[in-house]
């Protein structure tokens, strides 16, 4: 099974708008973190956000924020008033807790791309 | 000056060639990846590093290798390049703490011809 999953290959949205980026993650343990990266057509990986499993509050990061809802095991990104700078492929990534093993399991990406 | 950085940027080789990427960084971390992306996919796990002498195989570690010369250095090797090894290369590093966030270096594009 897929650990993450990311079901929009494609999005597309009107500057200014504000867009969801849909993440599910499937899981076992009760301590994980879940990110966001971003990817450019320059080929960078940047760290947007991050929240981890037994935070109560979704987090935040200026137009970023993460709709956390646990019990649905998803993890979805919101981007307020895009900009074309925010066009780019978006990852939803996850570290699980188990002992020894805190690397990164990556979706498959959305690819965002803002209309002016 | 960027906190983590890859050389070569850029590489293209042979088929059978003995290939080494190396990383570098100046955050402080502990904590030491190698990942690649191919095109269209998300990024699948090489090698992790925990110190220096904590090395572990990631899910895609066979032709690879990996040697952690100093807290800062993480260097991978393909022994004897193949075609389907063409890719996206990054690094990444990590603290060890709550939150544990990686942060990734640009890049190396490699290709084996």
């Known amino acids: 099974a897929q650990k993450i999953t990311q079901t929009q290959p494609g999005m597309f949205v009107q500057e200014k708008e504000a867009v969801t980026l849909d993440c599910t993650y499937d899981?076992?343990?009760?301590?994980?973190?879940l990110f966001w990266y971003k990817q450019p057509s320059s080929g960078e990986m940047i760290f947007l956000i991050y929240?981890?499993?037994?935070?109560?509050q979704n987090a935040t990061e200026g137009r970023y924020s993460l709709n956390f809802q646990k019990a649905r095991k998803s993890a979805n990104l919101v981007i307020s008033a895009s900009q074309l700078g925010d066009s780019a492929m978006y990852f939803c990534a996850m570290r699980e807790g188990q002992k020894g093993r805190r690397a990164l399991t990556f979706g498959s990406g959305t690819r965002l791309q803002v209309q002016p | 000056d960027a906190d983590v950085t890859q050389t070569p940027r850029n590489r293209i080789t042979k088929t059978g060639k003995r290939i080494m990427l190396e990383c570098s960084q100046t955050?402080?971390?502990?904590?030491m990846y190698w990942y690649r992306q191919d095109p269209g996919l998300g990024l699948r796990l090489i090698y992790y590093s925990f110190d220096v002498k904590d090395i572990n195989k990631g899910e895609i570690s066979d032709g690879y290798s990996v040697s952690r010369q100093a807290q800062a250095k993480f260097s991978l090797s393909l022994e004897s390049a193949i075609p389907n090894q063409t890719a996206l290369y990054f690094c990444?590093?990590?603290?060890?703490?709550?939150?544990?966030?990686?942060?990734f270096g640009p890049g190396t594009r490699l290709t084996v011809l």
């Open positions: 899981t076992s343990d009760q301590s994980y973190g």
């Open positions: 929240q981890g499993s037994y935070d109560e």
């Open positions: 955050k402080g971390h502990d904590r």
């Open positions: 990444a590093t990590s603290l060890t703490g709550p939150t544990d966030t990686q942060y």
